[in-house]
């Protein structure tokens, strides 16, 4: 499957915004943004009008990003928000938010997203006790996501512990930080996502 594998930093300098694609580096002053917010590129400080186009794609690449997943999949999900009910742009950043990939991000048992995405793909969870390693998987309110038990133990997840183990888990979650086991409790709505986005110019790029 396709990937993007250039410098992480690059999407956060192209977009003006912390996008947390380095994990704890984002929080450091070495955080590209930090330095240089800018983008990237011999004309990246050169000021440019931008067409209404352009501001709609620029919020749609922005989730994109942030979320780590490729056109076509970010694609489908729009689809499948359009047919929810309620506000498809508020649906969109809901089944975003509860890949299992970016849950895991969000319980603090991995540093990034693209960390999270790793874990998954190398069979380090489970899923209401059944193994699970696929990163897209949708959670549901009530699922119940641990760190399997062979892997408990490793120095990977006892670093993970000690450098993400602070931050705060979002109200939709919750995490038992003794037996390493977390819930969705419930669905998450447009007010616990933090990302700073307008997601109808989203709905209005793809209702073109």
Known sequence: MARYTDASCRLCRREGLKLFLKGTKCYTGKCAIEKRNYAPGQHGQQRKKTSE??????EKQKVRRYYGVLESQFRKYFVMASRKKGKTGENLLTLLETRFDNTIYRLGLATSRAEARQLVNHAHFTVNGKKVNIPSYLLKAGDEIAIREKSKGSDKFASIQEAVGGNPIPKWLEIDGEKLVGKVVAMPSREDIDL?????????LYSK
Do not use: P, S, T
């Open 53 to 58: 186009y352009g501001i709609q794609l620029r």
């Open 196 to 204: 700073e986005i307008a997601e109808h110019l989203i709905v209005e």
